[in-house]
C-alpha cells in the first residue's frame, strides 16, 4: 500500500509541476500580448525609394515613396514595392516569432520554423535570414509612446507665452439672451 501511495503522490507532484508551467506560461501572455501590439518593421528599398513599415501579422501600417521612385514609373515603382513589402512583411514575422518564443519557450523550434520558411519563399538561405534577425533584433525601432505618457512635452505654460485674453465681463447675460429678450419686449 506504501508503494502505491507513493505512486500517487509522484503523480500528484507531476501534475502540480505541469500545472505550475502552464501558470508560469500564461502568466506571460499580457507582456506577451504588449509587446506583439507594439511590434513595427521596416524596410527599404535598395534606392530608398520606397520604404514599407508593418505591424503584427504583417499587417501594412505605412508605405511611403520619394519622388525619384515616383518618377521610376509605374512598373519600376510596383517591383521595388512588391520587394520592399515583403522584406518588411518578413521582418514582422521574424520579430513576432522571436517574442512569441521568449514567453512561450522553444518547444516548437518557432523561430527555426519561420526561417526554413521564409528561406524557402524567398528563395534565400537560413543563414542569411538569421543574420537578418540578429542585425533587427539589435536596431529594433523603440515603441510607439503611449497616448497618455508626457514625458516629452511641456506641461506648465512657458514664462514667455502670451497670457490669455482675459474673459468678458459678466452683464447679466450672454447677447443671444439681450437679443431674445428685446425681441419678446417690442411691442407689435
Do not use: C, W, Y
Request: proline share 6%.
Amino acid at each position: 500500500m506504501s508503494a502505491e501511495f507513493d505512486q500517487v503522490v509522484a503523480e500528484f507532484q507531476r501534475f502540480e509541476a505541469s500545472i505550475r508551467n502552464v501558470d508560469d506560461r500564461f502568466a506571460g501572455l499580457g507582456a506577451m500580448q504588449q509587446e506583439l501590439t507594439g511590434l513595427r518593421a521596416s524596410a527599404a528599398s535598395p534606392d530608398g525609394g520606397v520604404t514599407v513599415t508593418t505591424g503584427p501579422g504583417g499587417a501594412v501600417l505605412d508605405v511611403k515613396f520619394t519622388a525619384a521612385a515616383l518618377a521610376k514609373g509605374p512598373q519600376a515603382l510596383s517591383t521595388a514595392l512588391m520587394a520592399t513589402l515583403r522584406e518588411a512583411v518578413g521582418a514582422a514575422a521574424r520579430r513576432q516569432a522571436v517574442i512569441v518564443e521568449e514567453h512561450m519557450g522553444d518547444d516548437e523550434g518557432l523561430v527555426e520554423q519561420v526561417l526554413e520558411t521564409q528561406a524557402e519563399a524567398f528563395g534565400t538561405s537560413v543563414e542569411e535570414l538569421r543574420s537578418k534577425l540578429a542585425e533587427e533584433t539589435t536596431r529594433q525601432e523603440p515603441p510607439a509612446a503611449a497616448p497618455d505618457d508626457f514625458a516629452e512635452e511641456r506641461v506648465l505654460r512657458q514664462a514667455d507665452a502670451p497670457s490669455p485674453p482675459p474673459a468678458p465681463p459678466a452683464r447679466g447675460g450672454s447677447a443671444g439672451d439681450s437679443f431674445l429678450r428685446t425681441l419678446f419686449d417690442e411691442e407689435d
